[in-house]
């Protein structure tokens, strides 16, 4: 069974930095592409980046040259740094696993990034 537990959300002004991380408990993580997802109020869920075992990343045109994701196959746990971030930034961000044989996903519980000033 897979966990995956987010941290590192919180409330940051505008221009401001932050770091994500996730940690993902199971089996095989390197079997798994990784990403972070986000949901602003009113609005449906949508990717930000994701990154493959390998670590070929894509990031949705609203992240690119302001998100970086990265994982450490190591410690089982994808990150996501943050920066020159927005208001329109504040959103749940989620962390999300699909197996490559399966296609089966898990998803954490959110962590709640605000920006604001």
């Known amino acids: 069974q897979v966990q995956l537990v987010e941290s590192g959300g919180g409330l940051v002004q505008p221009g401001g930095s932050l770091k994500l991380s996730c940690v993902f408990s199971?089996?095989?993580?390197?079997?798994?592409?990784m990403g972070w997802h986000r949901q602003a109020p009113g609005k449906e869920r949508e990717l930000v980046a994701s990154?493959?075992?390998?670590?070929?990343?894509n990031y949705a045109d609203s992240a690119k040259g302001r998100f970086t994701i990265s994982r450490d196959n190591a410690k089982n746990t994808v990150y996501l740094e943050m920066s020159s971030l927005k208001p329109e930034d504040t959103a749940v961000y989620y962390c999300?696993?699909?197996?490559?044989?399966?296609?089966?996903?898990?998803w954490g519980q959110g962590t709640q990034v605000t920006v604001s000033s």
């Open positions: 999300n696993a699909v197996a490559y044989l399966s296609a089966r996903e898990y």
């Open positions: 199971g089996r095989s993580f390197n079997l798994y592409k």
């Open positions: 990154i493959g075992s390998g670590g070929i990343s």
